[in-house]
């Protein structure tokens, strides 16, 4: 037999009060006078013989009685599960401990009730056996076997995780940690609420795995899914918008749910939603009025799940964002009047001599006019600037070696040159919906007089890059295409020269709106938000590329340095599994000459709740005994006896009361009537 709570046994003491009631209570006489006692003396002895009997009795039903409820609080039990022999045991409990396990059931975490678990298997195996705590976080400092005490401290440690595993990954970590260590025997536990998010079918064999799953009786969240920016330009003075998407989740109660939008740590603006569907889109709009970091959070008040209530946003403002023009043989002096119109940018003519990233490092736009050929290295800084967000523009030359040049536009991903055309031709077709267009253009008239070509070059329809046409021409060919990928810059191809000499469209008002477009749509090549996991790769340009900077990250009262690696002007650097929290973070070197606004953000993946039954975790893993928490705590969940002593104790606790009540109340009575 042992005890789930052996320390009320101390309560034991309270058997003392009893004996000492009956020391006070039951020796007090009262004298009674009578002038002659002869007539009671033949009554004497069977009266005090009674009087002791009824004394004892009353004492031992209310020890019993005492007992009884100190045992009931101890819950004693009777254990199957002894069955671990002697030699190295390997015990290793898997706690989930992801955001889903953040949810409330009766005043506890899920987490909390599944840390409790992990404890009593602890306890259940004692001395005997070492153990393996694992976590989201596979930290390497739970990857020991550690003692019996030392597993109980690291439980009691856990916190809710950013991170999340499917159990095929719980499990490889598992038997890799048991094959080290050669035991003679191991035990698997896995104790999670199950969501199907981690279900992948897989193989156990030949090991034992126990699978405690705590089921969670409210399936209902409000949560942010995501949120982004509606504005291509970031320029002060500049009017944008924040769309909010929030999800609620099986929630019948119609109340209102409180937005706020926080704009650099102050609150500009804040709503009261109703739900009418599922998720509903949200709109708040600023001004931008800062140059440098802008940094957007968006927060919820929901009680089920805290850590999926709040969304973190940063976007960066150039002051003058940098516009590099390298030349080819030829000179456009139609790009300089396009940028310069508007002093917002900062412009630099090079005569092209290679890709020099010195020179590049701090641009926005990259602008290729009419140079004939590229070498590979060439190509390698050009695919280094795209990866990093930051875009650029090309200007195709009267007189390009196709074949070559078509090399070139393979390796950065857009679509090859079939021909070189004289056949003049009128710009015919303007993609308005597209971002970079629709707020030159808001409607177009079917008399609009476009501007004449005379030479340009068709392209294949096909390319590895998305593509875009933002200007067509009256046969059907594009004059200027965007290629885009996620998370990389665009290339914006024109297929005929910058020179009025082959086209009308640098004389036409159409030419200077779209280069600015362009060149204030570069100021974008910052990532605007992360997610929190291993996965989790962040690129970013840097002035300088010395082989000693060490850049930190800073944030949430913590300092740290992540995993790095420079190449060339670009910076590349993972979370690894130290942070935990979200927020805003800076990433900068020691002079702070480099210095980055990152928005980290829990993945959202846990918080849909959405659980696997029973049945299919059983049909799924057939070599898993899977067992859910219903409340038979001990029986269900730890492999023990049906036969619940506790129970017991609390019966026979109420009874040995009423043997008690029956004996002060009747004995008398008995006696009485038995000596007649």
Not at 82 to 105: E, F, P, R
Not at 268 to 290: G, P, Q, V, Y
Not at 554 to 580: A, H, K, T, V
């Amino acid at each position: 037999m042992q005890f789930q709570n052996p320390w009320f046994l101390l309560s034991l003491i309270f058997l003392t009060i009893p004996i000492i009631v009956h020391l006070f209570n039951f020796r007090k006489y009262q004298k009674v006078y009578f002038t002659n006692i002869k007539l009671i003396k033949e009554l004497l002895q069977d009266t005090q013989k009674a009087s002791e009997l009824k004394k004892k009795l009353i004492l031992a039903s209310r020890l019993l009685a005492v007992l009884f409820i100190i045992l009931a609080f101890v819950q004693p039990y009777f254990s199957n599960q002894n069955n671990l022999q002697s030699g190295k045991n390997i015990v290793s409990i898997y706690i989930d401990n992801s955001m889903s396990m953040g949810a409330y059931q009766e005043q506890k975490t899920v987490l909390d009730i599944a840390k409790n678990y992990g404890k009593d298997i602890v306890n259940q195996y004692g001395n005997r056996a070492q153990y393996h705590i694992l976590t989201n976080d596979f930290l390497n400092s739970r990857l020991e076997p550690i003692s019996f005490q030392d597993a109980i401290n690291e439980i009691s440690k856990i916190t809710i995780s950013p991170k999340s595993k499917k159990l095929s990954e719980v499990f490889e970590k598992q038997k890799k940690l048991l094959l080290n260590e050669n035991a003679e025997q191991s035990k698997l536990f896995w104790i999670s609420d199950f969501q199907k998010n981690q279900l992948q079918s897989f193989q156990t064999k030949p090991y034992s795995v126990e699978a405690i799953q705590i089921e969670n009786s409210k399936i209902e969240n409000d949560y942010i899914d995501s949120i982004w920016l509606n504005a291509n330009i970031y320029k002060i003075g500049e009017d944008a918008q924040i769309v909010v998407k929030t999800v609620r989740q099986n929630k019948e109660n119609p109340s209102k749910l409180g937005i706020d939008f926080k704009l650099n740590n102050k609150v500009k603006s804040s709503k009261e939603i109703t739900f009418d569907a599922d998720f509903r889109l949200d709109t708040f709009s600023f001004k931008i009025l800062n140059n440098g970091w802008n940094d957007i959070s968006i927060e919820i008040k929901d009680p089920s799940i805290i850590e999926d209530n709040s969304y973190f946003l940063s976007f960066y403002v150039s002051p003058k964002p940098k516009v590099s023009i390298i030349n080819g043989n030829y000179i456009s002096k139609y790009l300089d009047y396009a940028f310069l119109t508007d002093q917002n940018f900062e412009i630099s003519n090079i005569n092209f001599n290679g890709i020099n990233p010195s020179v590049i490092q701090n641009t926005s736009l990259l602008v290729l006019n009419q140079i004939q050929d590229f070498t590979n290295n060439d190509i390698q800084k050009m695919n280094e600037i795209l990866k990093v967000g930051k875009n650029i523009a090309i200007f195709l030359p009267p007189d390009l070696d196709i074949y070559r040049y078509n090399t070139f536009l393979k390796n950065i991903g857009a679509a090859i040159i079939i021909e070189k055309s004289n056949l003049s031709t009128n710009i015919k077709n303007i993609n308005i919906q597209d971002p970079l267009l629709k707020d030159i253009f808001t409607k177009l008239e079917n008399n609009l007089d476009l501007p004449k070509v005379d030479l340009y070059y068709t392209l294949q329809k096909n390319a590895t890059l998305r593509s875009d046409v933002l200007l067509s021409l009256e046969n059907g060919y594009p004059f200027l295409v965007k290629y885009h990928q996620t998370g990389a810059g665009n290339i914006f191809v024109f297929t005929s020269p910058p020179n009025s000499e082959y086209n009308r469209f640098v004389n036409s008002s159409l030419f200077a709106p779209i280069m600015f477009k362009i060149g204030n749509f570069s100021q974008n090549y910052y990532q605007n938000a992360y997610l929190i996991n291993d996965n989790t790769n962040i690129q970013l340009p840097i002035t300088s590329s010395f082989k000693d900077r060490i850049f930190y990250l800073r944030g949430n009262e913590m300092e740290l340095i992540p995993p790095q690696r420079q190449i060339g002007n670009i910076l590349n650097c993972s979370l690894g599994n130290e942070i935990q929290k979200d927020g805003f973070y800076i990433l900068e070197d020691a002079k702070k000459e480099n210095q980055f606004h990152l928005a980290l953000n829990y993945d959202r993946k846990e918080s849909q709740l959405i659980y696997a039954a029973a049945s299919e975790l059983k049909n799924m893993y057939q070599d898993i005994q899977v067992k859910t928490e219903t409340g038979k705590y001990k029986s269900e969940i730890l492999n023990q006896s049906d036969f619940e002593p506790s129970k017991w104790m609390a019966i026979f606790a109420l009874l040995f009361i009423f043997i008690e009540i029956l004996l002060i109340i009747f004995f008398d009575q008995i006696i009485k009537k038995s000596g007649k």
